[in-house]
């Protein structure tokens, strides 16, 4: 069972990591002036939106701008949590894991729903966005497994005020 923990933490941190980076830096143009944002970043948001024709990205529907302020505001700081759980082996880890991965999934199915409903989608946008369904499961699934080995409580190592040790 460790061997599994490790290999979902290393994949987590792995999609952490791009969370990290990209919500600031992309994902933000949806809902801040692209003046905030350099030049280079704006070509590669309006790049990506051609390439796979992610028309969320580029006509930013309500809902999307919506979705990309509940990562902003709520998913990306938890993903700055949990990797420095994960590298700290932090025992708050499982549960800021779950609550990540309920977010997420829940965001990740909205999106899905809409890009599958409309038939506007292409096989190829939809190969973009179901990793992140994943990762909201797997987040999920390591949110509900005990925690590592290494990590562990100090609750129980407290001296308790007012009580004296008997002899």
């Known amino acids: 069972m460790g061997a599994l923990v490790k290999l ?7 999609f952490f990591v791009v969370i990290a980076l990209a919500a600031p830096l992309i ?4 809902c801040l002036p692209q003046s905030l944002f350099p030049s280079v970043l704006v070509e590669l948001k309006s790049w990506y939106a051609r390439q796979y024709g992610d028309y969320l ?6 809902f999307f701008v919506g979705i990309v302020w509940l990562e902003l505001l709520f998913q990306w700081p938890l993903s700055i949590a949990n990797l420095y759980g994960i590298l700290a082996a932090k025992s708050w880890f499982n549960t800021t894991c779950l609550i990540y991965g309920v977010s997420v999934f829940t ?6 729903s809409e890009l599958v409903q409309s038939g506007k989608a292409s096989d190829k946008l939809l190969y973009m966005y179901f990793p992140f369904l ?7 699934l390591r949110g509900l497994l005990p925690p590592s080995s290494t990590t562990s409580s100090r609750i129980s190592k407290r001296p308790t005020l007012g009580r004296k040790k008997k002899a």
């Open 8 to 14: 979902v933490d290393a994949t987590l941190f792995v």
């Open 107 to 112: 965001s990740m199915v909205t999106i899905l």
């Open 27 to 30: 994902d933000a143009q949806t």
């Open 57 to 62: 990205v580029a006509q930013k529907p309500h």
């Open 134 to 140: 994943g990762l909201g499961v797997l987040a999920v």
